[in-house]
């Protein structure tokens, strides 16, 4: 746990920052202005529970939405094929930088799950997958696709499938 919190933190860039920043201090402000309308109960109850909300909500989503608009990227999955003579799956497909920024490096997931008849399980089943892949691309310049590999090996299961691809970018 402490060296995936190590590696959050090392992975942080200026606008996360400058997000988190921003939610202290609008905190604080709301904090203030709580105990400053204290003859208002029902204003400073709403300010303060407004605050402690925005302080755990804010940088969570904040952080999750301004990386989907920084690093947007678009996979998609061209074919998939299960090998015969060897236990795995050669997943091929397509990466496409929409961002404006030049991506550094990517990790690029291809996940294999289960498939049934019950529309229940199938919206379940991508949830957890029973076999995950993942490689890393570097240095993708903003507006550029590139082509990618990913082999998922051991593969043993011999019942319908399917593959879905994500990727991870900064």
Known sequence: MKEKITVFIDNL???DYILFGSVLLVFILLLLLSILLRRKVAVSVLL????FALV?????????KMHQYL???KTELISQKKLHFTKAVVVKGLLSNESQFDFSECKITASAYKVSGNALKDFLFPFNPFKK????????PKGQNRDFKIIVEPFTYSKEYNISLEASCR
């Open 13 to 15: 860039i200026l606008y």
């Open 48 to 51: 303060l529970l407004s605050a």
């Open 71 to 73: 690093f947007k990227n």
């Open 56 to 64: 755990f909500l804010g940088p969570t989503l904040g952080y999750i």
């Open 133 to 140: 892949m993942s490689i890393v691309e570097e240095d993708i």
